[in-house]
Nanobody, 124 residues
């Protein structure tokens, strides 16, 4: 499966953005999906994930209550709605897909496929 992330941009603190991760060559309903981010000089970190079955969601503590991950199987797309953005949310955001079963989705190394990343900058 190929993943295409989009929706990044420049936003003021307190603003919102919605990232999209469109899949081709496969269906998002067949994978557990996740978002990660990487800021300059920092390691890639887990942001959010959603299971293919049951729709269970998981969030990093730093984004809980502000970000929402969702999937639209008819559009073959996973979304990350980001509200109340802070400067520390600035990073390149990557979507990822895991074909395994009940993997620890917070771990980057369990994911089999990655999108190219989309840049989010939160600044006044």
């Amino acid at each position: 499966v190929q993943l295409q992330a989009s929706g990044g941009g420049l936003v003021q603190p307190g603003g919102s953005l919605r990232l999209s991760c469109a899949a081709s060559g496969g269906t998002v309903s067949s994978y557990d999906m996740a978002w990660f981010r990487q800021a300059p000089g920092k390691e890639r970190e887990f942001v959010a994930a959603i299971r293919r079955s049951g729709g269970y969601t998981y969030y990093a503590d730093s984004v809980k209550g502000r970000f929402t991950i969702s999937r639209d199987n008819t559009m073959n797309t996973v979304y990350l709605q980001m509200n109340s953005l802070k400067p520390e949310d600035s990073a390149v955001y990557y979507c990822a897909a895991d074909r395994g079963i009940l993997s620890t989705l917070r771990r980057a190394d369990v994911h089999d496929y990655w999108g190219q990343g989309t840049l989010v900058t939160v600044s006044s």
